[in-house]
Each structure stands twice: as structure tokens, then as C-alpha cells.
């Protein structure tokens, strides 16, 4: 299928492919098929969340774990039961991104992660209740810290 984009023009995209929200996405709960613009699931760090509703509409993603791997979001087994099976390792969590002119600003909503059954095809963003995690971390200061651990451990 076709899709003309604000962003990425016009792309040709998979129909089975397309992930549901059955309740939107908190600000646009009119908005339910999305799409995930990028090579590798499992290792891309950055990504799109892409409506196919709206061209118009797409979110940048991360996967916080390859910056952040102690992230441990715990989200109630019920807030996601409607994904379906939930086996081990099935599920996809990405963090919406905000990126401004200024990289060195960018944030990651890391107390609302979005998780995605790639089997069933579903996804849902879940309102975590630990407040230990962020609205607005910022990437930046946290790659900043791991390449200075690295080069610490390098000597």
C-alpha cells in the first residue's frame, strides 16, 4: 500500500504490518493504525511511529534499552492482557522522543512507554505509575555518561 508522508514522502508500506491501537495514543485517540519506519526492530535506537490514517501524524521512537539498559518499566500484566499472548520477549517497548533543533535537548517520555505485541499486531501506550522515571529524560546526558564510563574503562 501507499502512503504519502509528511516526513518520508511517500512510501510503500506492508497492510500486514500495520500495528493497532485499539485506543489510540493519549492526544489522538481517533488515530489507531500505525506503522514502525525502520530496518532492524530489535537493534534500530531510533525509529517512526507512523500513522497510516495520517500521513501527517508520526512520532520519533526509541528503544531506550540501548542507552538506558537498566529501564525496567513495570506495567501491570491487565494494562497490557489486550496485546494478547504475552510471552517471553515477545514485547516491543519504545519511548516517544521529542527531538528539538537542538539535539543536546532532546527528551525521551520514559513514565509512558508504548509496548507493541509484534505477533498479534497491537500496541498500547501504558501510564506507568513510578515516578522514578521521567516525563522529559534527556538522551544526551545519559550518552554523554556512557561514553565517558567506556573511555574510563578503556584505560
Known sequence: MKL??????????DSSLVI???????GFPDHKRFIILLENQREDTFCWLQSVEDGQLAFALINIYNIKPDYNPLVKSE??????????????????????????QMRANLRAP??????????KQV??????YQLKYNIFTEVERNKAVETALSY
Do not use: C, M, Q, W
Not at 4 to 13: A, C, P, V
Not at 20 to 26: T, Y
Not at 99 to 104: E, G, K, S, T, Y
Open 4 to 13: 504519502r508522508t509528511k516526513h518520508f514522502g511517500e512510501i510503500d508500506y
Open 20 to 26: 493497532n491501537f485499539a485506543e489510540g495514543l493519549p
Open 79 to 104: 494494562e497490557v492482557e489486550s496485546l494478547g499472548d504475552l510471552g517471553e520477549n515477545t514485547l516491543l517497548v519504545y519511548n516517544v522522543v521529542v527531538i528539538p533543533d537542538d539535539v543536546r
Open 114 to 123: 508504548i509496548v507493541i505485541n509484534p505477533t498479534t499486531k497491537k500496541g
Open 127 to 132: 501510564i506507568l505509575d513510578n515516578e522514578d
